[in-house]
């Protein structure tokens, strides 16, 4: 049987030896299974490239695609499951947050169960902000409240994943992907793995704000129509509020004059709510319409510009 490490890098140079000494230490604690590393290099700017072809040159168990520009994460990992062919695959970033030693723990896990996915559920996160640890936990609970499909909370792309979701994950042509969330969709059962999460190995988070903003609205558009319902909703609220407000104004107009600066209160008033509630709903459907553009445009997820296997 064939295992695969799948493992999206960009600009990881400083933290690439350890993670290789660590994967590679417990590469041989594995029984029963044939190895192979395949590192997605994500348009990286430094010698990450470099590093991992020094280590082809000492181990035929790894393979390199490297990418023609940076793609972001979720296209990286999709690349790895596209190119195994493995009967498990281990997804894991080369960051070292997700400690290597507990894979054999997981494989055992999942012969001991044969549940199809095995993810990892973070009990603890070191090394993170109070900002990035709150941002995260409301993320997972609003994706749940919106989504028609539950997902694991406190995860990230750190799983086992067997075969048959590795071919059903094939079988997905959307763009932009959100992996976590489409594999829980695809409705195999799940099994949770906890584990205390580390800091950084060396160097800093790839994932900028900005990113991780991109990932939840990915997140959220790609697995619930319901921020359409949301819209529809706000335009209900403000309809009632303005109507509430027509009457207040207009109680004044006749019971008490003296209180009610005529025109100018609720004019601005009514303005700028349906003015905000309109801006919202815009938004939100422009999401949705900038999706399915990408989808009709059929562009690649990635481009590979090598491939060393």
């Given amino acids: 049987m064939l295992l695969s490490f799948i493992i999206p890098c960009y600009n990881e140079e400083e933290v690439l ?4 000494k660590r994967l590679n230490k417990v590469s041989k604690l594995i029984d029963n299974y044939d190895i192979e590393f395949i590192f997605i290099n994500d348009g990286s700017k430094d010698k990450t490239e470099e590093i991992i072809e020094e280590f082809i040159k000492n181990d035929n168990r790894i393979k390199l695609l490297s990418f023609s520009r940076n793609f972001g994460h979720q296209a990286a990992v999709s690349c790895g499951i596209h190119y195994t062919n493995s009967d498990l695959a281990v997804i894991i970033d080369a960051d070292l947050q997700d400690p290597p030693e507990i894979i054999p723990d997981m494989i055992k896990m999942y012969e001991e169960t044969k549940c199809p996915i095995i993810y990892g559920k973070r009990i603890s996160r070191d090394g993170e902000t109070f900002f990035k640890k709150i941002t995260a936990t409301l993320f997972y609970r609003t994706i749940n409240l919106l989504s028609e499909v539950q997902f694991p909370v406190d995860t ?32 195999f059962e799940q099994k949770p793995f906890e584990y205390h999460r580390e800091a950084r190995a060396a160097g800093g988070t790839k994932y900028t704000l900005k990113k991780m903003l991109m990932l939840a609205i990915t997140g959220i558009m790609s697995f619930s129509t ?11 609220i403000a309809i009632i509020s303005a109507l509430i407000f ?7 107009y006749l019971f008490q004059p003296n209180l009610l600066v005529r025109g100018w209160a609720s004019t601005i008033i009514i303005i700028l709510f349906i003015g905000g509630i309109q801006l919202i709903s815009l ?16 562009r690649p997820e990635y481009i590979i510009k090598k491939k060393i296997f």
């Fill in 156 to 187: 990230g792309d750190f799983r086992l994943i067997d075969k048959n979701v590795i071919e059903t994950y094939k079988s997905f042509e959307e763009s932009p992907k959100y992996i976590r969330g489409l594999i829980s969709w695809m409705g």
């Fill in 246 to 252: 027509s009457i207040r104004v207009f109680y004044l």
């Fill in 226 to 236: 319901k921020p359409l319902k949301i819209s529809l909703y706000l335009g209900i």
């Fill in 283 to 298: 938004s939100i459907i422009s999401e949705y319409l900038g999706n399915m553009f990408n989808e009709v445009k059929k």
């Fill in 17 to 20: 030896n350890m993670l290789y």
